[in-house]
């Protein structure tokens, strides 16, 4: 038992540690003196939207949308993505030897270090530190424009796309990192201005279109390179339809906004996006098409903040104070515990209500969306058996399976946003449909469910391990709630040992998701019927959801034979989180399917 | 102690089928045949284990010993062995160990209800069929009415052909010929009468040239179809308004139609058939039918692979280099099948290629063979840099060139054509009439520029020089265009203004002095006409020489000998011959050498199995090709065809058509095609319209920007020949008829042009629709509700009645006590 406890210290300890450094590492740079990207207040232009792939979106959601496709999960210099898109298009100058794009792929990238160290080699002037710029390239996937252009890499390329399995995609993903990080590009997704008919069948405009347009100012020579070729119009032209002041208007705020970027005008910057953010939903006054500025603002905030996924180390304290408390017993860690759950519960749901609001759909249609909203599930369902069992020794643990459960999520979609990308987008034709919310919500709430049982099972095994008897729970499952109250033993007081309860918690948690995910298959099974046209087709993620079933059946029944029933229970409550784990990452990012948007 | 008494093998059976450990082993084992059947099995190749490069993954179903989709992995005799074991085991447990009794009533609704499960799963899989259906939305009709001598019209001719760009038909008789062709589909174009504003049709324009014994009938226009509006049918024609260049008729001629004698209209293309998936069961057929019938027989053909690769000899295909396929021949049987047209006749497949392109290859020919030059060329553009390999062909105008044009091969069959080829790009301009004759390299002129100067021709000296005196005659160069490819060969054109003391004009002026023709209105409506230049008092020459390649290969006169030509700047090319393995390094550090030569080169087609790695996942059997023993014939490969077509007319967009003409040892013909089985629908179906919804701002062309895709379609009534009130199948919103359903599966969306002969498309031509039956389907539902009720009665209910009872003997016992008390 010692063993476990100071096992258990120490990760906690290292664990603070971690938290220590990470909130101290903002700090580092306190003492100089502000660059542009720290000065420039891009809040103003939280508040314009951008059309993007049949959405209205905010421009921060925008610019983290389209830098994913460059940079991946990272940030340059540290810079928002919004300032990245803006700078790059503005300045490209500035970007050409920056490591900009992302190579996520690491063979690929392994392939192309060494091809550019060889050429560097040959002609030194290539990149007289090349050597250790590709060995940041390989830390971190970013290398610089420059060395992906240079015409030599090209064969590589070639033969690295012939490999269509393999080694096609990421060069293809290169290919357009490099295309979306011309300024051209950028400027002309760049489609703020409404249509003149202000209807919602219409495409919005490039403010590109408006850059010559006459007004109280002149376009500066610096614009004139990003004039989009318009298709032979004439540039000053503007867009048919709006009326012509307006555009001068708008163009005048643009001409401003741009100049003073290009100055370095932390101010100017300000004033003139405060004015577009004011003009462009004039183009569309008398319509509902513009979308309210309260939701663009929270929309930008959301993304800006990295769509509060942070939040895990909240969960991960209330995981320390709840291990604290089922260890030693100290009913104020259970209880501190408990209460930093119910806040980081408290900020997950509001994560997942702003998400709603902001994406107008119930989230749960992508892999981001379903990781995190399975997560809050579990804190619904930690809410709802905590208040069955808050008089039972089983009290806080549910929180606990469910905290470790958020923590987990949210840590991955924290770090792993190329798996779990956090980009709201339109959902395929195929999705719209109400079994999506049915289905989908089922299974998700099964699999957190059984994430939790392998959390209470985990635990459970770390009691054996450190010499905890073959304990388990008389009545198990739902029935402990109900008949454990009146037994012999709870008439004669006696406490029941951790294990027990433990097996207790296990039981619980895998009867009632046994029940959800055999619906959540039927449903499935449903919504497949009237949509493929056929309700089981034995596709990989239909098969591994109901192997996950089978592992659990094999529980019940082996629960009945077996003499050790704990352990066998909670080797294989953690075997069928093992395979509800293998349908969730390897069916779907390796084994691809009829699910494979799911 | 009493002895036991022995047990009969039924008992022992029925023990072992109540045993509760024997359902968890028949779990157990159903949990591994399910994983290796979904997500395959993963194994070492090397001892290093450790190493991530020493695992393999492979889908067991797919190799060569199974050959199995997941469909036909899931329904093999072990797993409903196993399906039935298990469901026999649950029914004697139960029976036998769970006596039934409230408190088991959930036990029990679970194991009924999965047995009901199994029983509907029984009765779906075993009458299952599915497949798909593509459906267009058009078909254009087109008939030829001749004039009688009575001075009635009759039809003399008709044809039918998909309303998809790019389709072209040929209607006509007695020697008048109309060639059509579909220019372009609008699906929602805007009707601009003034009685159908507003509204929107789908309107097909088709390409209409009249060509016949009388050229003064000839004839070129446009002719617009309008679906739903055949009253609407107008001609479009070009004019000379440039603002304008197409007008309609209508208001150009005072007529909708230019050509009463060509009459077309819009019509459905109903489909009769569905055809079987074959990534749900190998569904492979041959179709077959005598030459110049309409309609095919399907011959099933049972047993061929659908992953693996198998061959009889490695000389039957091409592979990559190192991945020769080990020779596994094929021998199955096609026989004949009711109302077969060759009832004697059973072919033999005996090889299968899941993934593989036909691709030539030339071998050296015989020494008196027909000259056929082929040269493979290595280019180098560094020492570091790997070499690139290039094959060209010297007579084929399409495979003469490579790196965008920059290196050409040609062939010379005399030392003056030579000298012509290897020759910088010149223009040659007479005029007799003042004994002009100047040549001009066109390295030495602004070319494509329309605004550049003119070019002054000036009276000659008596020794030739240029005097300066003006002739009253300039010209300047347009654009050129080499190796144009026609029908009869190539061409190389120099389109020259020329402005002469009578006016300006545009002369096409190509290199075969018999096709130069002005670009005057009267000379470009008769492309046939005896005079084609309008002035004649100019004469001018275009030599393109090198043309667009500054670097060129030449082989000939002496079939053995190569010369290499290049030009680089101005000047004359430099010259100089070329031996086989030499490499010939250039300034900039381009080399380039000749890896090898074949002039009498032979040309030899196999299909070439695509390494894996390069295989397109998406691709599914597309590619896939069945080689077939013709009796007393050679062996070919027949490429798989996704629908079996009547005719190439009906083929529409990204689909196929390539029958084979087989003769047999006794002088018959046979065509056949390589597909899948199909079914006959209930009835036939049609396509009215295919809306596609989208989201904000519209489709641009991006599949995310679509919310949904519905195809209107309508069923014939086969009793009236009637079409039915269209009908809406979209995504998640399938429609059932005559015992089938009918989803929304595939569509058309818009393209670009494929090659320089085709048109791009608006897309919405055709759907595609999922066709299955669905029987079993409500046992199967309600078996699995009735065990999702057990399974909440069982967890949830139980506990309750088991502590309603424990209370009730509780209360008695204190009653009891109570009164012993």
């Known amino acids: 038992m010692n063993a476990f406890r100071y096992g258990l210290i120490s990760a906690l300890q290292a664990i603070v540690v971690f938290v220590a450094i990470a909130c101290c590492a903002s700090t580092v740079r306190a003492d100089e003196a502000p660059s542009f990207s720290e000065r420039v207040d891009l809040e103003p232009l939280g508040t314009i939207a951008v059309y993007g792939e049949g959405r209205l979106k905010s421009l921060g959601s925008h610019a983290n949308s389209m830098m994913q496709f460059v940079t991946g999960p990272r940030k340059i210099a540290g810079q928002d993505s919004l300032f990245t898109y803006i700078d790059l298009m503005l300045r490209p100058e500035a970007y050409v030897d920056a490591d900009l794009v992302y190579v996520k792929n690491r063979s690929v990238r392994e392939a192309i270090a060494r091809e550019l160290e060889r050429l560097a080699a040959a002609d030194p002037t290539l990149a007289p530190d090349m050597a250790e710029r590709m060995n940041a390239f390989r830390a971190t996937g970013l290398t610089s424009p420059r060395f992906l252009h240079n015409a030599a890499l090209e064969p590589l390329f070639s033969k690295l796309e012939a490999d269509v399995i393999r080694t096609a995609r990421p060069v293809s993903e290169i290919r357009s990192a490099l295309a979306v990080a011309e300024p051209g590009f950028l400027l002309g997704k760049l489609m703020i201005v409404p249509p003149a008919s202000k209807s919602t069948d219409d495409q919005w405009h490039s403010v590109g279109e408006l850059m010559l347009v006459p007004g109280a100012t002149t376009p500066p020579a610096a614009l004139t390179r990003l004039v989009p070729s318009n298709g032979g119009m004439d540039p000053t032209a503007g867009i048919p339809g709006i009326d012509s002041a307006l555009q001068g208007q708008i163009a005048d705020a643009w001409r401003a906004f741009v100049n003073a970027w290009l100055a370095q005008d932390a101010d100017g910057v300000r004033t003139a996006s405060a004015s577009l953010a004011t003009l462009l939903p004039k183009v569309a006054e008398g319509s509902d098409l513009y979308p309210e500025q309260s939701r663009l603002a929270w929309e930008s905030w959301y993304f800006h903040m990295d769509q509060l996924t942070s939040i895990w180390l909240v969960y991960m304290l209330s995981v320390v104070f709840l291990l604290l408390g089922l260890i030693y017993r100290w009913t104020w860690a259970r209880r501190l515990g408990v209460g930093v759950f119910v806040v980081a519960f408290g900020l997950q749901t509001f994560a997942l209500l702003l998400r709603w609001y902001i994406s107008d759909r119930w989230p749960n249609s992508n892999m981001f969306e379903a990781v995190t909203t399975a997560a809050w599930f579990g804190g619904c369902a930690a809410m709802a058996i905590e208040l069955f069992v808050r008089r039972t020794p089983m009290k806080s643990l549910f929180f606990l399976g469910s905290a470790a459960a958020s923590m987990v999520a949210l840590m991955t979609a924290h770090f792993l946003p190329v798996y779990l990308n956090p980009n709201i987008s339109n959902m395929m034709p195929v999705l719209h449909d109400v079994w999506l919310y049915i289905h989908t919500n089922v299974i998700i709430f099964s699999y957190v469910l059984i994430f939790m049982a392998a959390v209470s099972a985990f635990c459970y095994l770390a009691w054996r391990m450190v010499g905890g008897t073959a304990a388990y729970a008389r009545v198990g499952g739902a029935g402990m709630l109900v008949l454990e109250p009146g037994s012999k033993r709870a008439r004669a007081g006696e406490a029941p040992s951790i294990g027990e309860v433990l097996d207790g918690v296990t039981m619980v948690l895998m009867e009632l998701s046994f029940v959800l995910l055999w619906a959540g298959i039927v449903m499935g099974a449903i919504w497949a019927d009237h949509s493929w046209g056929r309700p089981w087709g034995w596709d990989p993620k239909e098969v591994f959801a109901l192997n996950t079933f089978v592992v659990f059946a094999l529980l019940v029944h082996v629960r009945l034979k077996v003499v050790d029933k704990g352990l066998w229970t909670a080797i294989l409550a953690l075997g069928g989180a093992a395979v509800m784990l293998f349908n969730w990452i390897v069916i779907n990012f390796v084994i691809t399917g009829l699910h494979s948007y799911a | ?821």
């Open chain 2, 1 to 821: 102690m009493p002895a036991r008494a022995p047990r009969g093998p039924l008992a022992a059976l029925l023990d072992l089928f109540s045993s509760v450990w024997f359902g968890v082993i028949l779990l157990a084992i159903l949990f591994v045949y399910m994983t290796i059947g979904s997500a395959g099995v993963i194994y070492p190749i090397h001892p290093n284990i450790l190493h991530k490069d020493a695992w393999v993954h492979a889908q067991m179903r797919q190799w060569r010993p199974f050959e199995m989709t997941e469909f036909e992995w899931f329904h093999w005799w072990p797993f409903d062995l196993l399906i039935g074991l298990i469901a026999v085991n649950m029914i004697v447990t139960t029976f036998r160990r769970i006596p039934f009794k409230v408190v088991n009533y959930g036990v029990w609704m679970i194991h009924s209800g999965i047995i009901m499960m199994i029983v509907g799963c029984v009765i779906y899989f075993g009458t299952k069929v599915e497949g798909d259906a593509l459906v267009q939305r058009r078909m254009v009709f087109a008939e030829f009415l001749e004039k009688q001598p009575d001075g009635t019209m009759k039809v003399a001719d008709r044809v039918a052909f998909a309303a998809t760009p790019g389709a072209r038909a040929v209607v006509g008789s007695n020697g008048t010929r109309y060639d059509l062709e579909v220019a372009s589909i609008d699906p929602n174009w805007e009707m601009r009468s003034e009685e159908a504003k507003g509204l929107t049709a789908y309107s097909v324009n088709v390409d209409v040239r009249r060509s016949g014994n009388d050229v003064s009938t000839n004839t070129n226009f446009m002719r617009q179809l309008l679906a739903g509006h055949p009253e609407h049918t107008e001609d479009v024609i070009r004019s000379n308004d440039p603002a304008q260049p197409m007008q309609r008729a209508k208001k150009a001629l005072g007529t909708p139609l230019v050509d009463e004698s060509i009459r077309m209209s819009l019509d459905y293309a109903p489909q009769p058939w569905f055809y079987l998936r074959p990534e749900l069961e190998k569904c492979w057929a041959l179709y077959i039918r005598k030459p110049g019938e309409s309609t095919w027989t399907e011959r099933p053909i049972e047993g061929l692979p659908l992953y693996n690769d198998y061959v009889g000899s490695r000389d039957q295909v091409f592979t990559a280099s190192g991945r020769e396929l080990a020779p596994s021949p094929l021998d199955i049987a096609i026989a004949p099948v009711e109302g077969d047209p060759f009832p004697d006749l059973t072919f033999r497949a005996s090889g299968f290629l899941r993934y593989a392109i036909d691709r030539a290859q030339y071998r050296a020919g015989a020494p008196t063979g027909p000259l056929n030059p082929v040269i493979q060329l290595a280019l180098s553009s560094g020492a570091d840099a790997p070499p690139i390999s290039m094959q060209l062909e010297a007579l084929d105008p399409r495979a003469n060139k490579g790196q965008g044009d920059l290196i050409g091969f040609y062939y010379v069959d005399s030392e003056a054509a030579f000298a012509k080829r290897a020759a910088a790009p010149s223009i040659r301009v007479r005029v007799p009439a003042l004994g002009v004759d100047v040549r001009e390299d066109l390295a030495n002129l602004p070319l494509g520029d329309p605004n550049a100067p003119f070019i002054a021709v000036q009276k000659p000296a008596a020794d030739g020089s240029a005097t300066g005196d003006q002739t009253g005659y300039a010209y300047r160069i347009i654009a050129v265009q080499d190796d144009i490819l026609l029908s009869t060969g190539t061409a190389s054109v120099a389109i020259v203004e020329v402005k002469t003391p009578q006016g300006t004009f545009r002369r096409w002026v190509f290199d075969d002095a018999r096709l130069t023709r002005d670009a005057t209105d009267e000379l470009m409506k008769d492309p046939h006409a005896a005079q084609a230049v309008s002035d004649a008092s100019i004469e001018i020459e275009y030599q393109p020489g090198l043309g667009s390649t500054p670097i060129a290969v030449i082989a000939g006169p002496d079939p053995q000998r190569l010369r290499l030509a290049t030009l680089m700047g101005k000047g004359a090319p430099t010259v100089r011959d070329l031996t086989i393995g030499e490499a010939v390094t250039f300034p900039a550090g381009f080399s380039i050498g000749v890896a090898n030569y074949l002039p009498r080169a032979v040309r030899d087609v196999r299909p070439f199995v695509v390494p894996m790695e390069q295989r397109d996942r998406d691709a599914g059997v597309q590619l896939a090709q069945m080689r077939l023993d013709v009796p007393g014939g050679d062996p070919v490969w027949l490429p798989f065809h996704q629908y079996v077509f009547d005719s190439a007319l009906e083929v529409p967009r990204r689909h196929t058509f390539r029958p084979k003409l087989l003769t047999l040892a006794d002088g018959r013909q046979v065509e056949v095609i390589f597909g899948r089985q199909r079914l006959k629908l209930p009835s036939d179906i049609a396509l009215e319209e295919f809306v596609l919804d989208a989201h904000i701002g519209g489709f641009t062309g991006e599949q995310s920007t679509i919310r949904d895709y519905t195809s209107l379609v309508r069923f014939r009534d086969a009793s009236s020949d009637a079409w039915s009130e269209p009908v809406r199948v979209s995504v998640n919103k399938p429609v059932e008829h005559g015992g089938l359903s009918y989803f929304q599966a595939q569509w058309d969306p818009p393209d670009q042009p494929r090659d320089a002969n085709d048109r791009g498309s608006l897309g919405l031509n055709y759907t595609v629709l999922g066709v299955g039956n669905r029987h079993g389907v409500w046992t199967m539902l309600i078996g699995t509700c009735i065990a999702c009720i057990g399974m909440g009665y069982a967890f949830y209910v139980k506990p309750l009645i088991k502590r309603r009872r424990r209370d009730e003997v509780m209360a008695s016992l204190a009653g009891a006590a109570k009164e012993g008390a």
